[in-house]
Structure formats: structure tokens, C-alpha cells
């Protein structure tokens, strides 16, 4: 290190270089308060990137496993929206390449809107396929949430491109599989897979809702995308239900 390196510079190199561990250690002993508080930032910034790869290949852990046991086309399926009190149930189902740029992936609750539009736009242009389906609030009605959710991602498998081999599903498995499956509880949180898929999941329904804040105004569908929220039920009391509210779900009966 050059001693008439400023901590401005030493910062900078910090930023913007690869840097010798070495120089780093160096920088730990420097008598100046300020030098050492950067090593210490930039270490931490190190063991941050560290976890975060380690996270990021652990999320692929199940894909590994049935692709070594021979299953090339493994499908992610996810749902989004079972709680709420209106819209659609829409379930997506993803194959990614092994070669996917996996970066920011994650269970897209955890994600800000404009995370989840990022990366549905790369999921949509680098998968191998991607497929979509959506059952609504009066078919939910008719056979209940859950028998919802299973049709929804049936109509999702079938309109892949592509057929899997393999399914990796958030929480639950499907009935009578025509496909070998597995259910991975939060899975959306270890499986790349799954997480493309709740990424898709959510952004398809909600760009939905949007649209149904149009049709059906006063009720706020943009902002709760029908969950229950205060202002969803003060609408239910001042507006009564609408078409797309589900009436067999309790908040909404008890309105009728």
C-alpha cells in the first residue's frame, strides 16, 4: 500500500478493484481509524457476496439431483393467489436451462414490483418453456380453493411448450401425477425453479387485478390485489360483493 494513499483513495480501490488479500490485511493494520473501518466494510461486503453465491447454488439443489437421476425437464410450479377474498387462483410452471443467470431469483413475495418485472422478463425470454393457468372466483366457488389450485396448475403444464419430465411444486402435489413429482414445503425459497414460477404466478395475477381495478372501481384492487385488507372489507361493506369476489369464502358470505 502507497502511505500517501488517501482513505478517499483506498476507498475507491476498495469499489472499483479486484484487490490483493494481502493489501487488505495491510490496510487492517494501518494506525488510521478511517483505512481499517473500510477493510473491516469491505470484508463484510465479501462474506455478504459469499452467502449470497452459497444461497444461490443451494437453489439449485433439487434441480441437480433429478437431473443426474435422468429427469432433463424439470418444471417449477407455483401458485399465487389462494387467500385472497376475489380474482383468479393463477398457478404458473417453469422449465429453466441449467445455464440460467439465477441472479436476484427469489420467493417473489420477497421481491419489490419492479424486481418481479425484471426478472419475469428474463424468465420469459431465457426459459426453455413457460406455461400459465388461471381458474376463477366462480369456479372456486363451485369445487373449492384447493381443487382450484390443482386445475390451475394442470392448465399451467399443459400449456408449456415443452413437457416436463419432472415437477418440483411449492407445498403441495398434485393428485393421480400422469408426471414424477415432488412437493417442497416453501420451496419457492429452495428451488430456483419454483421461484421463477412464483415469480410468473404473482405478476400474471396481479397485472389481472389491475385491470379488474378498472372494471369494478371503488374497491382498490390495484393496491390489495383482493386480499383482505381493511380497505378491501370497508369497500365489501359500502359496495357489497362483486362479480369477481368469491363467495364462498367467509368475509364475502357474510356480506351477502
Same mark, same amino acid.
Given at each position: 500500500m502507497k502511505a500517501?494513499?488517501? &482513505?478517499?483513495? &483506498?476507498?475507491?480501490?476498495?469499489q472499483n478493484e479486484e484487490v490483493d488479500p494481502n493489501w487488505v490485511k495491510e490496510l487492517l493494520l494501518?494506525?488510521?481509524v478511517g483505512v481499517q473501518?473500510?477493510?473491516?466494510?469491505?470484508l463484510r461486503r465479501l462474506e455478504r457476496?459469499?452467502?449470497?453465491?452459497?444461497?444461490?447454488?443451494?437453489?439449485?439443489?433439487?434441480?441437480?439431483?433429478?437431473?443426474?437421476?435422468?429427469?432433463?425437464? &424439470?418444471?417449477?410450479?407455483?401458485?399465487?393467489?389462494?387467500?385472497?377474498?376475489?380474482?383468479p387462483v393463477t398457478a404458473a410452471a417453469v422449465i429453466l436451462?441449467?445455464?440460467?443467470?439465477?441472479?436476484?431469483?427469489?420467493d417473489s413475495k420477497k421481491l419489490s414490483a419492479e424486481a418481479r418485472q425484471r426478472l419475469r422478463h428474463r424468465i420469459e425470454q431465457e426459459a426453455i418453456a413457460v406455461g400459465v393457468g388461471m381458474v376463477d372466483a366462480s369456479t372456486i366457488d363451485e369445487i373449492n380453493i384447493l381443487q382450484a389450485t390443482y386445475l390451475a396448475m394442470r392448465q399451467a403444464l399443459q400449456s408449456l411448450a415443452v413437457q416436463p419430465n419432472f415437477l418440483l411444486i411449492d407445498a403441495i402435489e398434485l393428485p393421480e401425477p400422469s408426471i414424477p413429482q415432488k412437493g417442497i414445503i416453501k420451496g419457492d425459497a429452495l428451488s430456483h425453479s419454483i421461484a421463477a414460477a412464483s415469480i410468473i404466478a404473482k405478476?400474471?395475477?396481479?397485472?389481472?387485478?389491475?385491470?379488474?381495478?378498472?372494471?369494478?372501481?371503488?374497491?382498490?384492487?390495484d393496491r390489495h390485489m383482493g386480499y383482505g385488507t381493511a380497505e378491501h372489507l370497508g369497500a365489501l361493506d359500502e359496495l357489497g360483493p362483486c362479480d369477481i369476489h368469491r363467495r364462498s369464502f367467509g368475509p364475502v358470505t357474510n356480506r351477502l
Open positions: 500517501t494513499e488517501t &482513505i478517499r483513495q &483506498i476507498e475507491c480501490r476498495l494501518d494506525p488510521r473501518s473500510r477493510a473491516k466494510a469491505y457476496l459469499r452467502k449470497e453465491q452459497e444461497r444461490m447454488n443451494n437453489l439449485w439443489k433439487f434441480e441437480r439431483t433429478y437431473w443426474q437421476n435422468g429427469y432433463p425437464m &424439470i418444471a417449477g410450479l407455483d401458485e399465487a393467489g389462494r387467500g385472497p377474498l376475489a380474482g436451462p441449467e445455464n440460467f443467470d439465477v441472479s436476484g431469483l427469489d405478476t400474471v395475477r396481479d397485472e389481472w387485478m389491475m385491470k379488474a381495478a378498472e372494471n369494478f372501481p371503488g374497491y382498490g384492487f
